[in-house]
Protein backbone atom coordinates (compact mmCIF):
# COMPACT_ATOMS: atom_id res chain seq x y z
CA UNK A 1 0.00 0.00 0.00
CA UNK A 2 1.37 3.23 -1.14
CA UNK A 3 0.14 6.87 -0.69
CA UNK A 4 1.56 10.26 -2.26
CA UNK A 5 0.39 13.16 -1.54
CA UNK A 6 0.91 16.20 -3.63
CA UNK A 7 -0.09 19.84 -4.20
CA UNK A 8 1.84 21.72 -1.68
CA UNK A 9 3.68 24.61 -1.68
CA UNK A 10 4.20 28.78 -0.97
CA UNK A 11 1.03 30.59 -0.72
CA UNK A 12 -0.19 33.82 0.90
CA UNK A 13 -2.62 34.39 3.93
CA UNK A 14 -6.20 33.75 2.30
CA UNK A 15 -5.14 32.20 -0.69
CA UNK A 16 -6.11 28.75 -1.46
CA UNK A 17 -4.45 25.27 -2.04
CA UNK A 18 -5.82 21.94 -2.77
CA UNK A 19 -3.96 18.54 -1.58
CA UNK A 20 -4.27 15.49 -3.66
CA UNK A 21 -2.96 11.74 -2.04
CA UNK A 22 -3.16 8.98 -4.69
CA UNK A 23 -3.35 5.70 -3.15
CA UNK A 24 -2.15 2.13 -4.61
CA UNK A 25 -1.99 -1.29 -3.86
CA UNK A 26 -5.48 -1.37 -1.74
CA UNK A 27 -9.04 -1.85 -2.61
CA UNK A 28 -9.49 2.56 -2.02
CA UNK A 29 -13.34 2.44 -1.48
CA UNK A 30 -13.11 0.06 1.54
CA UNK A 31 -11.39 2.52 3.89
CA UNK A 32 -11.62 5.74 5.44
CA UNK A 33 -8.85 8.07 4.58
CA UNK A 34 -7.81 11.67 6.64
CA UNK A 35 -5.35 14.44 6.48
CA UNK A 36 -2.97 14.95 9.72
CA UNK A 37 -0.33 17.62 9.64
CA UNK A 38 2.39 18.29 12.00
CA UNK A 39 3.55 22.11 12.43
CA UNK A 40 7.79 22.59 11.93
CA UNK A 41 9.13 20.96 15.51
CA UNK A 42 5.54 20.18 16.62
CA UNK A 43 3.44 17.23 17.50
CA UNK A 44 1.18 15.58 15.11
CA UNK A 45 -2.59 17.24 14.30
CA UNK A 46 -5.67 15.35 12.48
CA UNK A 47 -7.04 18.01 10.43
CA UNK A 48 -10.05 15.64 8.76
CA UNK A 49 -11.16 12.82 7.64
CA UNK A 50 -13.57 10.97 5.32
CA UNK A 51 -15.65 7.58 5.16
CA UNK A 52 -15.36 5.07 2.40
CA UNK A 53 -18.51 6.76 0.97
CA UNK A 54 -17.89 10.33 1.39
CA UNK A 55 -20.85 10.34 4.26
CA UNK A 56 -19.19 10.90 7.45
CA UNK A 57 -17.03 13.84 6.70
CA UNK A 58 -15.02 15.25 9.68
CA UNK A 59 -12.82 18.04 11.09
CA UNK A 60 -10.70 20.00 13.84
CA UNK A 61 -11.99 22.95 14.68
CA UNK A 62 -9.60 24.70 13.61
CA UNK A 63 -10.32 24.04 10.15
CA UNK A 64 -14.02 23.49 9.82
CA UNK A 65 -15.90 25.79 7.63
CA UNK A 66 -12.35 26.71 5.78
CA UNK A 67 -11.15 23.00 4.60
CA UNK A 68 -13.33 20.72 2.44
CA UNK A 69 -12.37 16.76 2.67
CA UNK A 70 -13.32 14.59 -0.63
CA UNK A 71 -12.52 11.76 -2.51
CA UNK A 72 -12.41 10.06 -5.67
CA UNK A 73 -12.98 6.38 -5.32
CA UNK A 74 -12.91 6.24 -8.85
CA UNK A 75 -9.63 7.57 -8.91
CA UNK A 76 -8.48 5.99 -5.78
CA UNK A 77 -7.89 9.52 -4.47
CA UNK A 78 -8.56 12.24 -1.84
CA UNK A 79 -8.28 15.68 -1.65
CA UNK A 80 -7.55 18.44 0.54
CA UNK A 81 -9.10 21.91 -0.04
CA UNK A 82 -7.96 24.57 1.63
CA UNK A 83 -9.71 28.43 2.08
CA UNK A 84 -8.87 31.32 3.51
CA UNK A 85 -5.40 29.78 4.75
CA UNK A 86 -3.31 31.43 8.06
CA UNK A 87 0.26 31.54 8.70
CA UNK A 88 -1.16 28.75 11.26
CA UNK A 89 -1.78 26.31 8.84
CA UNK A 90 1.88 25.88 7.72
CA UNK A 91 2.98 22.61 8.57
CA UNK A 92 3.99 19.07 6.61
CA UNK A 93 0.58 17.62 6.06
CA UNK A 94 -0.31 13.32 5.54
CA UNK A 95 -2.91 11.94 4.05
CA UNK A 96 -3.37 8.40 6.29
CA UNK A 97 -5.50 5.47 5.65
CA UNK A 98 -7.83 4.62 7.90
CA UNK A 99 -9.71 1.47 9.09
CA UNK A 100 -12.68 -0.35 6.90
CA UNK A 101 -15.70 0.35 6.61
CA UNK A 102 -16.74 -2.13 9.10
CA UNK A 103 -15.04 0.30 11.90
CA UNK A 104 -15.65 4.04 12.63
CA UNK A 105 -13.48 6.28 10.48
CA UNK A 106 -11.93 7.38 13.83
CA UNK A 107 -10.86 4.35 14.72
CA UNK A 108 -6.92 4.10 13.54
CA UNK A 109 -4.45 5.03 10.40
CA UNK A 110 -2.25 2.21 9.57
CA UNK A 111 -0.66 3.58 6.44
CA UNK A 112 0.67 6.94 6.27
CA UNK A 113 2.17 9.06 2.87
CA UNK A 114 5.26 11.08 3.38
CA UNK A 115 3.78 13.78 3.70
CA UNK A 116 3.44 17.85 1.68
CA UNK A 117 4.71 20.60 2.70
CA UNK A 118 2.32 23.99 3.26
CA UNK A 119 4.09 27.21 3.78
CA UNK A 120 1.64 30.32 4.50
CA UNK A 121 3.62 33.26 4.14
CA UNK A 122 3.43 36.32 2.51
CA UNK B 1 -12.78 17.64 23.27
CA UNK B 2 -10.89 14.61 24.35
CA UNK B 3 -7.53 15.74 25.81
CA UNK B 4 -4.59 12.91 25.86
CA UNK B 5 -1.94 14.16 28.13
CA UNK B 6 1.58 11.89 27.93
CA UNK B 7 3.92 11.63 30.32
CA UNK B 8 6.96 11.52 30.65
CA UNK B 9 7.56 14.12 27.17
CA UNK B 10 11.47 12.88 27.28
CA UNK B 11 13.21 10.06 28.39
CA UNK B 12 16.61 8.97 28.22
CA UNK B 13 17.19 5.17 28.08
CA UNK B 14 19.68 2.57 26.52
CA UNK B 15 20.05 -0.59 24.62
CA UNK B 16 18.76 -3.21 25.72
CA UNK B 17 16.08 -1.67 28.32
CA UNK B 18 12.37 -1.81 29.09
CA UNK B 19 10.76 1.86 29.11
CA UNK B 20 7.16 2.70 29.78
CA UNK B 21 5.30 5.45 28.43
CA UNK B 22 1.83 7.01 30.16
CA UNK B 23 -1.54 8.41 28.01
CA UNK B 24 -4.02 9.36 29.90
CA UNK B 25 -7.53 10.72 28.28
CA UNK B 26 -9.86 13.67 29.89
CA UNK B 27 -12.41 11.37 29.60
CA UNK B 28 -13.01 7.32 29.06
CA UNK B 29 -11.99 6.41 26.08
CA UNK B 30 -12.70 2.38 26.15
CA UNK B 31 -10.31 0.70 24.38
CA UNK B 32 -9.77 3.48 21.56
CA UNK B 33 -6.10 4.36 22.05
CA UNK B 34 -3.66 3.56 19.69
CA UNK B 35 0.74 4.46 19.37
CA UNK B 36 2.84 5.92 16.71
CA UNK B 37 6.44 5.98 16.26
CA UNK B 38 7.97 8.26 14.52
CA UNK B 39 11.68 8.76 14.12
CA UNK B 40 12.59 11.95 12.67
CA UNK B 41 12.37 13.11 9.00
CA UNK B 42 10.02 10.07 8.80
CA UNK B 43 5.85 9.69 8.44
CA UNK B 44 4.36 8.19 11.52
CA UNK B 45 4.16 4.82 11.68
CA UNK B 46 0.81 2.63 13.80
CA UNK B 47 2.44 0.33 16.54
CA UNK B 48 -0.59 -0.30 19.01
CA UNK B 49 -4.09 -0.01 17.65
CA UNK B 50 -7.24 -1.24 20.20
CA UNK B 51 -4.56 -0.57 22.96
CA UNK B 52 -3.12 -3.88 23.41
CA UNK B 53 -3.42 -5.12 19.26
CA UNK B 54 0.16 -5.11 18.14
CA UNK B 55 0.01 -3.79 14.21
CA UNK B 56 1.28 -6.06 11.95
CA UNK B 57 4.92 -6.14 11.42
CA UNK B 58 5.82 -4.58 14.83
CA UNK B 59 8.18 -6.37 16.77
CA UNK B 60 6.50 -8.01 19.62
CA UNK B 61 8.80 -6.00 21.74
CA UNK B 62 6.43 -3.03 21.90
CA UNK B 63 2.82 -4.30 23.88
CA UNK B 64 0.41 -1.69 24.99
CA UNK B 65 -1.90 -1.75 28.28
CA UNK B 66 -5.05 0.16 29.67
CA UNK B 67 -8.55 0.82 29.07
CA UNK B 68 -10.69 3.56 30.13
CA UNK B 69 -8.58 6.63 30.54
CA UNK B 70 -4.91 5.29 31.19
CA UNK B 71 -2.88 3.83 28.76
CA UNK B 72 0.66 2.62 28.67
CA UNK B 73 3.57 1.50 26.09
CA UNK B 74 6.41 -0.69 27.18
CA UNK B 75 9.44 -1.06 24.64
CA UNK B 76 11.48 -3.82 26.21
CA UNK B 77 14.90 -4.80 24.92
CA UNK B 78 15.60 -1.36 22.97
CA UNK B 79 16.85 -1.36 19.94
CA UNK B 80 18.63 1.49 18.40
CA UNK B 81 16.23 1.73 15.88
CA UNK B 82 13.75 2.66 18.82
CA UNK B 83 14.66 5.60 19.34
CA UNK B 84 11.98 8.30 18.16
CA UNK B 85 9.10 10.26 19.30
CA UNK B 86 5.89 8.60 20.35
CA UNK B 87 2.14 9.51 20.09
CA UNK B 88 -0.85 8.10 21.56
CA UNK B 89 -4.83 9.19 19.77
CA UNK B 90 -7.84 8.51 20.73
CA UNK B 91 -9.90 7.43 18.19
CA UNK B 92 -13.48 7.09 20.33
CA UNK B 93 -14.55 10.09 18.57
CA UNK B 94 -14.17 13.11 16.79
CA UNK B 95 -12.19 15.26 16.58
CA UNK B 96 -9.41 12.63 16.56
CA UNK B 97 -6.77 13.94 19.42
CA UNK B 98 -3.10 13.22 19.61
CA UNK B 99 -0.99 13.04 22.85
CA UNK B 100 1.61 15.89 23.06
CA UNK B 101 4.60 13.33 22.33
CA UNK B 102 6.94 11.30 24.49
CA UNK B 103 10.37 11.04 22.78
CA UNK B 104 12.78 8.56 23.94
CA UNK B 105 16.17 9.43 23.17
CA UNK B 106 19.78 7.31 23.88
Known amino acids: VQLVESGGGLIQPGRSLTLSCEASGLTFDDYAMHWVRQAPGKGLEWVSG????????AYADSVRGRFTISRDNAKNSVYLQMNSLRPEDTALYFC????????????????WGKGTTVTVSS | DIQMTQSPLFLSASVGGTVTFSCRAS??????LNWYQQIPGKSPRLLIYAATSLHSGVPSRFSGSGSGTDFTLTISSLQPEDFATYYC?????????FGQGSRLEI
Open chain 2, 27 to 32: QSISSY
Open chain 1, 50 to 57: VSWNSGTR
Open chain 2, 89 to 97: QQGYTRPIT
Open chain 1, 96 to 111: AKGASKVYSIYYFMDV
